[in-house]
């Protein structure tokens, strides 16, 4: 399972044109039996709806934390809204991919 902690502001808003970093903590479902630690991470992010992706930086924390970082374009340059696809896989092969479409607005 995958949870994010994006500091946004009230109106779930991210400064554009500039560094951004946030965090992706995984987990298992409750009676989960197998491996439990997440191998891998890839994280991208769009600003046009998906229609096209870049990747972010991802590093691994502790106990199942990734720290993402990326630079958001200055507002113009996007369509106002930053998208995320996330996959996460462990060492049997398990995979899940994520996508939100339009995750959160820039100002």
Do not use: C
């Amino acid at each position: 399972m995958l949870g994010y902690h994006v500091p946004l502001d009230l109106l779930n808003r991210a400064p554009a044109g500039g560094d951004f970093e946030f965090a992706v903590r995984t987990s298992r479902p409750k009676g989960y039996a197998g491996p439990t630690e997440v191998a891998g991470m890839k994280v991208s992010v769009s600003y046009d709806d998906g229609a096209t992706w870049e990747a972010a930086r991802v590093e691994r924390g502790r106990a199942g934390e990734f720290t993402v970082r990326t630079h958001h374009p200055r507002l113009t340059a996007t369509n106002g809204f930053v998208s995320l696809r996330v996959e996460a896989w462990d060492r049997r092969g398990n995979r899940t991919v994520q996508t939100i479409e339009r995750a959160y607005f820039l100002r």
